[in-house]
């Protein structure tokens, strides 16, 4: 009996240190992700925003969920990078002016376009890099915004409750709803868009606002280091790459 009875104990010990690995990762897994409905106090004006979100999109081609972060420096550039589930970068959209970039670095390849060729391309309906801003800001309007902007945003008709937040808005065939906010804030946390050919969720875990920028974070290396390719061409890529 002292022989099954070891075997047994061993295991036992085996099943321990195996589940003790499995907290410790998860742990560690946990550490790494940003903090979970986090955003800072109200600045007088926006000047730049930074966070991280999770994005669920449903269409005619079935339905597809990502991890991103995203940068923006007003008025006019921006970084929005997607994730997979352990953390690696899979691509990301650099935004200069009217210019954009679709990026995938693993492929060392890039797609050049306007701001609203990317958002409908990926997204199934256009919005311009100021629509994007105030998706995430939760600010339409504003002393901060430029007459560009102001121009672009008055195509919406907006909805506010009775403490002025935004609910809901909509631009021609597309609309969103607003479904929770950041305590005691404007921001959005939890909003639903719909469309005739995508409807989605977008959920905001994190937000900072005129914070340091690295000079890095807007740098266009892959122009001279990778290749050009056409929007197909790049859909081709990313369908072999899931």
Not at 29 to 42: E, I, N, Q
Not at 206 to 225: C, D, H
């Amino acid at each position: 009996m002292k022989g099954p009875l070891k075997n047994r104990k061993h295991c036992l010990r085996s099943k321990r240190v195996y589940s003790g690995v499995i907290l410790l990762a998860l742990g560690l897994c946990v550490s790494c992700l940003p903090a979970r409905y986090s955003v800072p106090s109200v600045p007088s004006s926006i000047e730049s925003i930074e966070g991280y979100g999770a994005l669920r999109i449903t269409g005619d081609q079935g339905s597809s969920k990502i991890r991103f972060s995203f940068l923006f420096s007003l008025p006019h550039r921006g970084r929005i990078e997607s994730f997979d589930y352990i953390g690696r970068s899979l691509y990301y959209i650099l935004i200069d002016k009217e210019k954009s970039f679709f990026v995938l670095p693993s492929k060392k390849v890039y797609w050049q376009g306007k701001v609203e060729e990317i958002t409908s391309r990926s997204l199934g309906f256009r919005l311009n890099q100021y629509e994007m801003v105030s998706l995430l800001s939760g600010q339409w309007t504003g002393e901060q915004k430029s007459l560009e902007a102001k121009k672009a945003l008055e195509k919406w008709n907006l909805e506010r409750d009775e403490r002025g937040r935004i609910v809901m808005g909509e631009r021609e065939e597309f609309r969103f709803e607003v479904q929770e906010y950041f305590a005691n804030t404007a921001f959005a946390r939890l909003l639903v868009f719909f469309h005739p050919w995508s409807k989605g969720q977008l959920k905001i875990l994190k937000l900072n606002f005129n914070q340091a920028i690295r000079p890095v974070a807007f740098s266009q290396p892959f122009l001279k280091k990778y290749e050009l390719k056409s929007w197909a061409e790049i859909e081709e890529l990313l369908a072999n790459e899931s």
